[in-house]
């Protein structure tokens, strides 16, 4: 009888047993964060990147046809030469216009698009972010357009066509700067997340030409594209050479029109120079 009863209450004291809560730890219970990637790209820029790259296959093409692609969408000074009347170019007058922009879809090898990319990266990210895709693209067009432009009043005669981003990416570069040092930017001592980081209120353009750091950053940037001039290059490998002034016109185009596209309402001038001040003094 007793063994009766023992057996009829152990599965009660089991079931009780288990229904305890388990016994405290002095181990804190450590929560896992979330991963996040070592690289983010804003869609923007992956689809623009990718574009450049789908063009790019272009190279694949038989030389006739990728000679045609070049001439019809690469940009050639002479074209828009008056005095030419019985010399034709591919691609007609629709050239004429399309030309100032898809030139910078096309690059010369995979040295040269890497190269772009790599330097669009950091800039274009943060632009994208700020900016959304409309006035992204239409902000890397026109960049591109001016970079053109510049190359034209300064090659007037050139028959050699001009291919590269590299003005869109001066472009870019030089309207990231006008947000880049301000407290909480990218380029910030005290930089906070991507997304806040590429929204925080843009420098007046006056005060920005003030800031050391935007000074020194323009001065490298000018001395490094004279001297080595990476990017819009011409196609033929014996007359070669840098679009250093396609560079320039993109990058002040960027500099000077990034108002007209920044939808992030802007800082007063006190309030800029606040911010700048607090960045440098908590950053030493």
Do not use: C
């Not at 067009?141 to 970079?147: F, P």
């Not at 939808?263 to 309030?271: L, M």
């Amino acid at each position: 009888m007793l063994r009766e009863a023992v057996a009829s209450i152990a599965p009660e004291s089991e079931t009780a047993l288990d229904s305890l809560p388990p016994p405290p730890s002095d181990q804190p219970v450590v929560e896992e964060t979330p991963r996040e990637p070592i690289l983010t790209l804003p869609w923007p820029l992956t689809a623009y990147v990718l574009l450049l790259a789908l063009i790019h296959l272009r190279v694949l093409l038989p030389p006739e046809l990728e000679n045609w692609t070049i001439d019809v969408f690469g940009f050639i000074p002479k074209r828009y030469d008056s005095s030419l009347v019985n010399l034709q170019f591919e691609g007609g007058a629709g050239a004429k216009v399309w030309t100032f922009v898809t030139y910078s879809l096309l690059h010369a090898n995979l040295t040269h698009l890497a190269f772009n990319v790599l330097w669009l990266l950091p800039f274009g990210s943060a632009l994208a972010r700020r900016f959304g895709a409309l006035r992204f693209f239409v902000f890397l067009a026109v960049t591109a357009a001016a970079g053109a432009l510049a190359h034209l009043v300064t090659h007037e005669h050139a028959v050699v066509p001009m291919i590269g981003a590299s003005a869109s990416v001066s472009g870019a570069m030089a309207a990231a700067i006008r947000f880049a040092f301000v407290r909480g930017s990218f380029l910030s001592f005290n930089r906070s997340d991507a997304d806040t980081a590429a929204k925080v209120p843009a420098l007046p353009l006056l005060r920005a030409l003030r800031d050391r750091r935007i000074v020194g950053f323009l001065s490298v940037w000018f001395v490094m594209n004279i001297i080595f001039g990476v990017g819009a290059i011409g196609v033929e490998s014996d007359s070669a050479g840098v679009a250093w002034e396609a560079h320039i016109g993109g990058f002040f185009a960027g500099l000077l029109l990034f108002a007209l596209f920044d939808p992030v309402p802007r800082v007063r001038s006190d309030d800029a120079a606040d911010a700048s001040s607090q960045d440098i003094s908590n950053g030493i």
